[in-house]
Every structure is written in C-alpha cells, then in structure tokens.
C-alpha cells in the first residue's frame, strides 16, 4: 500500500490506539465512573482516551488525503547501545557500586557512537567515574554505594 | 512601594546568606556547564540536576534550581552563538545572527551583549515579578476549582499554539500527556489506576523521568545518528565587551525584547520560547535598515536574548501565584516543590513569605552571578564545547543516570526513563513536538481534581464552567486562540514563523 503521509499515518495509528486502550482498560478492569457530579476513577481517563482515540482517527484519516514526509529509518544502534547502557546502569549499580557502573556505562554507550576507542573511553570514563563520586556523593551526599558489594 | 521593600528586603535576608549565595553559585555554575554542550536545554539540564537538590532545605533547593535554570538557559545561548547548535528552542533565534557575529570574529560581542542584555531584562522581570506577585495571588484566592479548570485548558491550548507543526497533533500530544499523568494512585477514591499490578507504578510515572527521557535521551539518539558536523569558533572570540557603538544600537532592542518578553513570559502555555520568537520578528519588523539581520546584527542577539529571559522570570508568576505551571520548566519546579513539601499556589507567599521572597530575590543575584561569572570563565566553556561529542555524550549519560536513579534508589525508574527515551526519539521520528506533552503530564492530575470539584460543587451541572464569568473569559479566550490558529492567513504565519528553526 501506498502512503500519502507516512508521518500522519504512523502518528494517527499510535494516538488512536492508545487513546482507546485507555478507554478499554477503564472498562475491562472496572474502574468505576460515578456520575457526572460525583467522578469515579474511570470517568476522566475514559473520557480522555475517547477524544485522544478519535483524534488519532481524524489524523489518520486526513493523512490519505494529503502528501506529507516519510519517516526516516530508526537508527538502531543509538538506540539499543544508549538505552541498552542506561538499563544496565539502573540494574547493577546497587551490586557493583558506582565506581565501576560509570565506567560500565561509558563503555558499553561508547559502541553507539560513529568511532569506538578503547583507551580514550576508558579514561573518560574512570575521570567521569572520580568526578561523579566527588560531586554527587561526597558534595551532594546522595547516597550511592561507591565500590561493589562482594568486596566490602 | 513600602510593602515591596520590606518584602525584598526580607528576601535578601534570606537569599544573601552565605549558604544561599554558595548553593546559587552552585547551581549557576553545573547549569552553565550541563547546559552549554549541545543539544541539551534547560528541561533536560533541570531534571537531571533535580535529585542534587532533594537534600537540601526547601529555600536553598529553589535557591539552586533558580539558579540552574538561569545558567543552563545562558549555556544554550553561548553553545547557540559559538556552535550554531541551539541547546532548545528557546535560543534558535539567538543562534540566527549570533552565530553570524562568531564567524565574523565578533563572538566576544555576541556573547556580552547576551549577557548584558540578559541581566538588564533580569532586573526589570524581576522588579515586575516582585509587584506583579502579590496583587495577583488576591485574585488567585477568588478562584474555585471551575476558573482552575477553565485556566488551565487555556493554559494547554496556548501550548498548542506554540508548538510547531501540525496542530491536531500537538493536541492529541496534550491529551497523551494528560493520560500518562493519570497513571497511579487516584486521590479521590485511593484506587490505583493503570498500574497493571506493578507496585511501583502506583505512585505514578516520575515527571524527571518522563522529561530526562524525551528531551535527554531521545536528543542524545538523535545526535547521534546525524553525525558529527561542528564548526566552533575558538580562537577568535575577541573582546567581550561590546563598543559604545553596539550598546547604542543594542539598548533600544534590549527594552523591547525585556517589555515583549516580561508579557508573554506570564501567560501561560507562553515562555521563553515565544518570547525569543516574537522580539526576533518584531526588531527585524521595526528596523529601518534590516538587511543585516541574519547577517551578524547584534540587534537580532540582544532582542531575543534579553526577551527570553524577562520571560523565564516573568514565568514564575503563574506558578507562584496561581501554582500553574506554564511551561515545562515550571513543570519541574512544581515537581520540586512538592518533593519538598511544599504545594505551589498562592498561599506560598503568605504562608512562607521567606521561601517566597528568597526565590525571588536569588533570581536577581542568579543573573548577577551569571554576568560577573560567566563572562570571565567563558573561556572555559568554549574548551568544553571542542570536546568532541563522542566523549561528551557518555558524560551526559552519566548525569542523567545519577539523577534518575537517585529519584528513589531504585532500578525502576532508570528502566522508566530508558522506555521514555525510545518513546520520545519515536515522537522525534513522527514529528510530534514533545513539550505540551510534558506539559498535560504534570496538569493531568490537578485538571482531573479541580474538575470533580467543580461538579461537585455544580451538582453535575456543567455550564457552571459557563455562567461563572471569569471562567468563562478563560474558556472564550482558549476557543478564540484556537479558531485564530485555525484561520488560514495566521496559520501562514505561524508555519513561517517557526521555519527557522
């Protein structure tokens, strides 16, 4: 099938479909919707995702009727590398301490980029890594374990 | 007059302690530093510096975050004038002629003259800020819960005229915003919504989350699979300060971009943004000769420069006063403050009349540390800007990473943000402008409460939105904006208007 708006046409499938899975999640799992002068937690919501879900619509339909841009590839490595180093962070930075969590996430981010050095990333990473700890845990006192935990 | 003396002076009384001075030049000085490396503005510089604040007492926070704000907007400009990249929005315009007087040799120039102007509007805005509060905050107490909902649908509407593009999408992003924020716990009848038995996302989604996800991360995708092109204009800055010359033909430029930008900054769903825009526009409308904007005019610097920030002062009105939000910067600051126990709105000033006027005062010291600091460690920031972007990005990571994970010391929200930051480069791809999202997410929940009180009140009668007038001015005034958006003239307008970017 041909498109005439690629960018209208994806948005409009995204809108309506959350807009409308808002709507069936009020139903399915019952939130109750009172009435008009006493709301229950469903009737905003469920209002809501009706309008967002008909808008989507309106811009998928109108996305037939007149030519507009194709949406770009999706730059995949970015994306996981970057995503993929902020999770690994959030997951062990209890376990392995802050110290070593930078430098992990410094390299394992550095394969999203176009050149990948070795020895430049490491050394930004451990000078991010001792920068880091001084600011935020010794200045700002936020409170992160520094070294791994099988060690101390 | 006397009761706006004494109010200042309580507020240096606060604001010039010791510690206030230290955690404002703190925060002047991380802002700057997180806000001049490209592509990062003031939403993300914020809400990644956010957590460094929770530990602090309520004044020193806002203190600081004040002063975050005031450095990472100055940073965009400085990263906006020497390396044509503009951190956000806000300083697009600014990028315009200011990267044209770099690359005449005249950044030195471009850079004072931003500064300078800046601080002149700060002062003014400041001054406005401080008169304007209190009068305005007596109106805000007539307000019952139907004149907070009809505030803010003209609030999210004005949103809408600013975004760029498509405008039915910029409202159904308005509406996306207002779902998310409605994920968690319902406060009326205690029952978790959305939360798909997930305990932790019965508090919610976090805002820094949301915001660190779509405006840092997804940027951070984005830069990188556009590559590398920078030019930076390192070696010939030149004198920083400008010649009489310039001053003479900044100065009137810089009155009217602080008058401009001081009106817009208090409407809500207004800001620094629409400010730059609009003093752009209209110096290069009234200039007798304007062949030269675009070209290197310091007019086309100062005017913006200063515009934008008498609006990022004038912007705390309505969240002071009223406890709205206008933009997504406030947005931040109401997730600040109620971190600390505080519930923005107009009893703040009479309840806590230190915090109050303490913030007010430390904006003014914030732009003096800006001037007095900034132009002489420029040299500095320039280093950081030949940085190449590989190594900075990493850093960037880095500082995000601390901030989300210490929103609760939990993996959770860092997952959160990462599924944010695939959703917002998605948004990126679609052409969906990001802010008036973040907007309804943070208005979402207070729309819905003042909304069933409203009917409460009304005993479901809904033209009580109707027959209230100030709510109805609000609401006539939201319909108004949105049938001139829809004219065919204005909206030519408003496309040529953001094609700059």
């Known amino acids: 099938m041909h498109l005439r708006n690629p960018k209208d046409f994806w948005s409009g499938i995204m809108f309506a479909a959350i807009g409308f899975a808002f709507a069936v999640i009020v139903k399915v799992y019952d939130y109750p919707m009172g009435t008009a002068s006493r709301m229950g937690p469903g009737y905003f919501p469920f209002v809501l995702g009706l309008l967002l879900g008909v808008l989507g619509l309106v811009i998928l339909f109108k996305s037939f009727v007149a030519d507009g841009e194709r949406v770009s590839a999706l730059a995949w490595r970015p994306i996981v590398w970057i995503l993929g180093a902020v999770i690994v962070f959030g997951l062990t930075v209890k376990l392995i301490g802050l110290a070593l969590a930078i430098i992990v996430l410094v390299m394992i981010s550095a394969f999203g980029g176009h050149e990948f050095k070795l020895k430049e990333q490491l050394i930004a990473g451990v000078i991010l890594s001792i920068g880091s700890i001084g600011v935020f845990v010794y200045g700002l006192k936020l409170p992160f374990p520094i070294w791994p935990q099988f060690l101390g | ?501």
């Open chain 2, 1 to 501: 007059m006397e009761a706006l003396l004494s109010n200042l002076a309580l507020g240096f009384s606060v604001a010039f302690t010791p510690e206030a001075l230290m955690y404002c030049l703190i925060g002047c000085l991380l802002g700057t530093l997180i806000g001049v490396l490209p592509g990062i503005g003031p939403v993300a510089t914020i809400a990644m510096l956010l957590p460094a604040t929770f530990t602090l007492k309520p004044e020193l926070s806002l203190i600081m975050l004040a002063g975050i704000y005031y450095g990472a907007q100055y940073g965009g400009s400085t990263t906006a004038i020497l390396v044509n990249i503009p951190g956000e929005s806000s300083s697009v315009v600014t990028a315009l002629d200011g990267y044209q007087m770099a690359r005449k040799g005249r950044a030195g120039a471009a850079l004072g003259i931003a500064a300078l102007g800046s601080f002149f509007s700060g002062c003014v805005a400041t001054l406005l800020l401080a008169a304007a509060a209190p009068p305005l905050a007596e109106i805000a107490f007539k307000f019952g819960p139907a004149e907070y909902f009809s505030l803010m649908t003209l609030g999210l509407i004005a949103a809408v005229v600013l975004a760029h593009g498509s405008v039915i999408k910029a409202i159904a992003m308005i509406l996306l915003g207002l779902l998310l924020g409605l994920v968690g716990t319902d406060v009326n009848s205690g029952m978790a919504r959305f939360n798909f038995s997930i305990p932790e996302l019965s508090d919610g989604i976090g805002f820094v989350a949301v915001a660190m996800g779509v405006f840092g991360f997804a940027e951070i995708i984005k830069n990188l699979e556009q590559g590398e092109e920078r030019e930076i204009f390192v070696n010939k800055v030149g004198r920083l300060l400008p010649t009489m010359q310039d001053i003479k033909e900044a100065f009137p430029a810089v009155l009217r971009g602080t008058g401009l930008g001081s009106l817009l900054g208090i409407l809500p769903g207004g800001g620094a943004v629409l400010a730059s825009f609009s003093a752009y526009t209209f110096e290069k409308k009234i200039a007798k000769d304007s062949s030269q904007f675009g070209k290197g005019d310091i007019r086309g610097v100062a005017a913006p420069e200063s515009a934008n920030n008498a609006a990022a002062q004038t912007s705390f009105i309505p969240l002071l006063t009223l406890g709205i939000p206008p933009n997504p910067v406030m947005a931040l600051m109401v997730g600040a403050m109620i971190i600390q126990g505080i519930q923005p709105g107009p009893q703040v000033m009479s309840e806590k009349p230190q915090l109050f006027w303490g913030m007010i005062v430390s904006m003014w010291i914030g732009n003096l540390m800006l001037v007095i600091l900034n132009l002489p460690l420029i040299g500095m920031w320039i280093k950081l800007l030949t940085v190449p972007y590989r190594l900075l990005y990493p850093a960037i990571l880095v500082f995000c990473c601390i901030g989300v994970y210490s929103l609760s010391n939990s993996p959770f929200d860092v997952v959160v943000t990462a599924v944010f930051g695939m959703v917002g480069y998605l948004f990126v791809k679609l052409d969906c402008e990001p802010a008036p999202l973040l907007l309804g997410f943070i208005l979402g929940p207070m729309m819905e409460e003042n909304l069933r009180r409203a009917m409460l009140l009304s005993r479901g009668d809904a033209t009580t939105f109707l027959t209230r007038p100030l709510s109805a001015t609000l609401l006539g005034i939201s319909v108004l904006l949105l049938v001139v958006i829809a004219l065919p003239a204005i909206r030519k307008k408003r496309e040529e208007a953001f094609v700059e970017d």
